[in-house]
């Protein structure tokens, strides 16, 4: 795969990793996609798709080999997606990828209430164990779903209390990502926080929902007993349950209100508000 270029991005077929490869491809930067289904990656100029698993070791390193700067889009939802995530660093590290640019999560520790960005710093540091030159882009929550909240009924229930979050655009964590990546040496041993320009509380959200589609949206600050109760009973296996119900917690906590003017340093521009991303 040594002829392929040596710029990998990983979930192509994501929104991440294709508006990533989509803003590089605009300017003509040549790319290696890798891509679990690669007849679902987009077709770019200048681009090669390759088969790709953050659960085969022996694939993803095949896949890396030649590549010299490498964007690891942090993994879906899957019961053992870190141990697949650090599976995947040690045979980037294999193949001999030079830098690894890793879209984390804010506020990514050990001590960190929401599961998964404890997940995300095993991951960092396996990442700075490595050897390989390494840049972090610790996202905030995806602004992009809180179109999704409101159940049928109106009502955007969970037990965040007035905590606020700094959610940011998609959009904007690719204009971020593809910044690093054109020039991966000036960006080597830093951690960036990538947020929206505001932090918004549930009913916030709520509000701005109801102002934007017409329809009346109502944010219901759930016990944490009484929202563990509704989710059990979708069947949700415990781990994702832990995931979704410490979600709330961090939030409520304020461990992710802060806002960082990282996307704008990064990118020269002013990320999207919500009010923004709502009216397109």
Excluded at 178 to 187: F, G, I, K, M, N
Excluded at 232 to 260: D, K, M, N, Y
């Amino acid at each position: 795969m040594t002829d392929a270029p040596a710029l990998a991005i990983t979930g192509a077929t994501g929104a991440v990793g294709r508006l990533t490869a989509e803003e590089l491809a605009r300017g003509g930067t040549e790319l290696r996609l890798l891509a679990r289904s690669p007849g679902r990656a987009p077709q770019l100029p200048g681009a090669v798709v390759v088969q790709s698993s953050y659960g085969d070791g022996a694939q993803a390193r095949a896949a890396l080999e030649g590549v010299s700067t490498l964007l690891m889009v942090s993994a879906g939802e899957e019961e053992d997606w870190p141990q697949q995530q650090l599976g995947f660093v040690a045979a980037a590290a294999d193949a001999g990828v030079e830098h690894i640019v890793y879209t984390s999560f804010q506020g990514a520790s050990p001590e960190a209430t929401f599961t998964y960005a404890r997940d995300h710093f095993d991951t960092e540091e396996a990442i700075r164990a490595s050897g390989m030159a390494w840049t972090l882009l610790r996202d905030s929550f995806y602004l992009d779903f809180v179109t999704l909240l409101p159940g049928a009924d109106g009502a955007l229930r969970g037990p965040a209390g007035e905590g606020r979050v700094a959610a940011v655009a998609k959009l904007d964590v690719a204009r971020s990502a593809a910044a690093v990546l054109r020039d991966p040496a000036a960006h080597a041993g830093r951690a960036y926080e990538i947020t929206g320009p505001e932090a918004l509380s549930f009913a916030d959200f709520a509000a701005a929902l109801t102002a934007s589609t017409g329809r009346t949206i109502r944010y219901v600050d759930e016990p944490m007993d009484e929202a563990r109760r509704w989710r059990e009973a979708t069947g949700a296996p415990e781990w994702q349950l832990q995931g979704w119900l410490t979600t709330f917690a961090a939030i409520a906590r304020g461990e992710h209100a802060h806002v960082s003017d990282d996307v704008e340093l990064l990118t020269g521009r002013t990320p999207l508000s919500l009010r923004q991303l709502l009216l397109g």
